[in-house]
């Protein structure tokens, strides 16, 4: 049973987030170590670790070995002190996770998202959830938050999610308050993008970059933003929303006003439709078409040059507006390594200064990896007080197992 450091008086809470914080950093650490990182005394640290093992927040974990002297207990934050969920909902599919308070999964599963969306949705992630943590080997009880990311641009206000075509009823129902009162426990929803964008700033092409932006491309096309560390939403959340750029298209024809200009130049309906006006075959899927590109065929080869032209101009508007360091491509078509040759290959001819372009590093794991990051970084900041800084744009300093979630 694991106490709230909340709880103690405030002189101990100051030790206890300096060795909780020491130990997310660095791993699994003896008492002697803890003191030279800290400073605190030997008694003090040997009172903080005893208490906080008591607490259940700390467990030992083995021995120092291959140094001189005697060998010593090394402790490590007990990551089975606390679970979160993390869900990547998307239109085609729901990737739910259980995650503990070191951000390691602990169990996971994928299904095709229900098509008939709004409550429907909310029921399949609270079925999701709940049978990946009786599947638990001990069950967990109680969920400390949800990280949700979902297409669409998520208002705080009213709870809802406007722009989400894909999935039916989404934007009619209250997302957030819905899924909180049937999971009892608290929600947090951003930007499927977003998420991706956080998880490449904590685990992929953006570690240490402070200005970077990332793209993901599939049936739709949108952006997450880090700028200066920080994630930027806008002003109503839109920030991101490329969909919209005037580019593939009549910026003042309506009918692009549903999916964005861009989205209908460059998003998979379009692709496909391309493929069959230059002569490819009717209902040939993408996959199929970036298939055919082995072969030589005239058609696919012409529909991915038109696709990495519009792509590779949207490019250089991003760029002038927001100079990104790197532009990460992700999404089922924005990962494609053809793709990224040929706007490599067209970037300079559109733009005096073309940012530097990288597939994900995460795959299709980028937007739940980004959520894993934000449960675990609001945990760390529940429990201990140290997990987010103070505008929020990044997960804290974590340990070795966290880095080497798969």
Do not use: C
């Amino acid at each position: 049973m694991t106490v709230e450091i909340t709880d103690i008086p405030i002189a101990r809470q100051i030790s206890m987030h300096a060795i909780t914080r020491a130990l997310l950093a660095n791993g699994p650490t003896s008492r002697a170590e803890l003191a030279k990182l800290t400073g605190f005394s030997k008694q003090t640290i040997s009172d903080v670790v005893r208490d906080l093992e008591d607490a259940g927040w700390l467990a030992p974990l083995g021995r120092t070995a291959g140094r001189p002297g005697r060998s010593a207990v090394t402790y490590a934050i007990n990551g089975r002190a606390a679970a979160a969920g993390a869900i990547d909902l998307g239109g085609s599919k729901v990737h739910a996770a259980v995650v503990d308070l070191l951000g390691e999964v602990m169990a996971e599963t994928v299904e095709p998202t229900d098509s008939r969306g709004g409550p429907h949705v909310i029921a399949q992630i609270a079925r999701l959830l709940d049978g990946l943590k009786a599947g638990l080997a001990p069950p967990v009880q109680q969920l400390q938050l949800v990280v949700l990311g979902t297409p669409g641009v998520f208002h705080p206000e009213t709870g809802q999610i406007a722009a989400a075509p894909n999935i039916q009823g989404l934007g009619e129902i209250d997302m957030r308050g819905a899924l909180a009162a049937r999971l009892g426990a608290p929600v947090v929803i951003e930007n499927d993008v977003n998420l991706a964008a956080r998880g490449e700033q904590w685990r992929g092409h953006g570690v240490g970059i402070g200005n970077f932006v990332f793209i993901g491309l599939g049936t739709g096309i949108g952006m997450g933003i880090i700028a200066d560390g920080h994630l930027l939403r806008g002003a109503r959340g839109g920030a991101g929303e490329i969909a919209y750029l005037p580019i593939g298209g009549d910026p003042f024809d309506s009918r692009g006003f549903r999916l964005g200009t861009l989205e209908n130049a460059i998003g998979s309906v379009a692709i496909a439709e391309r493929f069959a006006g230059l002569g490819g075959d009717h209902g040939t899927t993408v996959r199929d078409i970036f298939t055919r590109l082995a072969t030589g065929d005239t058609a696919a080869l012409a529909t991915l040059e038109e696709t990495a032209r519009q792509l590779a101009a949207a490019i250089a508007a991003v760029g002038a507006v927001l100079d990104p360091e790197v532009v990460v491509l992700g999404g089922g078509i924005g990962a494609r390594q053809e793709l990224l040759d040929a706007v490599r290959r067209l970037l300079p001819r559109s733009t005096p200064f073309p940012p530097r372009i990288e597939l994900s590093a995460l795959g299709n794991r980028a937007t739940l990896t980004g959520a894993i990051g934000v449960a675990v970084g609001r945990m760390h900041d529940e429990f201990f007080g140290i997990g987010v800084p103070p505008n929020g744009s990044a997960p804290p300093p974590v340990a070795e197992p966290l880095r080497e979630l798969s």
